[in-house]
């Protein structure tokens, strides 16, 4: 691979360990790969001393190490995380970034409206769902590497908080699918004639999904498959969702004290003084 210059282009990135002068990730380093291991930075010179690495995700098995490679492929050469703002990446802007991401999913549901009040075809709905589909991918990948790689980690709780926030974009990109297909569902009405379901409620049915909640007043209409594939989908990746919100929970309540330091990036005096 050419992008092999950059730590997250590496295509083996087993074990990930971090060095504290250098306040760098490294994928390829050998060690027995235990967490809290010290090894080698690949930067030290032969004379120096004070490079202080070690392990911050231990190695992983066969099939990670291939799906991790992939994910770290997308994220370097495909997410827009790596694009620049303002002469910055977005990676390590979490905040920035998932708010343009919010921005992007309700301007999907903008224009999906757009086309609904304009004499398009409905073809043209494809536009606005493919784009939710693209920010969704984005999210469910960042999100599962946040859990899985650690490489965000510069604090357990703040990925946490970060899943979180994927969770409610989660939950409003499936809401702009729905609304993408506001006459594929049955609404409860006394009349019991044709309803479309609106953004908001197009939301409201994906969160009520996404909880396993169900309350039946809005469910997809018989015949209308898309609808019918859309809710099986947002139902096993909520259970995905679940999974990976509690192994990030999992990963900050047990997050070692003693590579704290490192994982914030503190300055190197501060990590020579850690025994
Ligand atoms: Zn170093």
């Known amino acids: ?7 997250f282009g590496v295509m083996h990135a087993t074990p990930i360990v971090y060095c504290g002068r250098c306040h760098e990730n490294f994928g390829e380093v050998r060690s027995n790969g235990l967490l809290g291991d010290f090894v080698r930075c690949p930067n030290q010179k032969p004379d120096e001393r004070t490079h202080v690495c070690r392990v911050i995700k231990p190695q992983s098995g066969e099939f990670w190490a291939i799906s991790e490679s992939l994910i770290y492929r997308y994220e370097s050469e495909f997410s827009p995380m790596r694009w620049s703002w303002f002469g910055h990446h977005f990676n390590g802007r979490v905040g920035t970034y998932n708010t343009l991401r919010t921005v992007v999913i309700l301007f999907m549901a903008w224009l999906a409206n757009l086309i609904y009040d304009s004499s398009l075809p409905a073809a043209f709905l494809w536009l606005p769902a493919v784009g939710a589909a693209l920010v969704l991918l984005d999210i469910m990948v960042s999100n599962t590497s946040i859990v899985f790689i650690s490489r965000f980690a510069a604090s357990a709780f703040r990925s946490t908080f970060e899943m979180i926030i994927g969770y409610a974009q989660f939950i409003l990109c499936f809401g702009v699918f729905y609304y993408c297909l506001k006459d594929g569902f049955s609404v409860n009405l006394e009349s019991g004639t044709d309803y479309s379901i609106s953004y908001l409620e197009g939301v409201y049915f994906s969160i009520v999904s996404a909880t396993t909640l169900g309350y039946g007043d809005i469910s997809p209409r018989h015949n209308y498959h898309w609808s019918q594939v859309l809710v099986m989908l947002q139902l096993i990746m909520s259970l995905y969702y ?23 990036m503190h300055p190197v005096e501060d990590i020579l003084k850690d025994p």
């Open 1 to 7: 691979m050419a992008d092999e210059d950059n730590s």
């Open 242 to 264: 679940g999974a990976i919100i509690l192994g990030g929970v999992a990963s900050w309540i047990n997050e070692p004290k003693h590579l704290k330091p490192y994982r914030r």
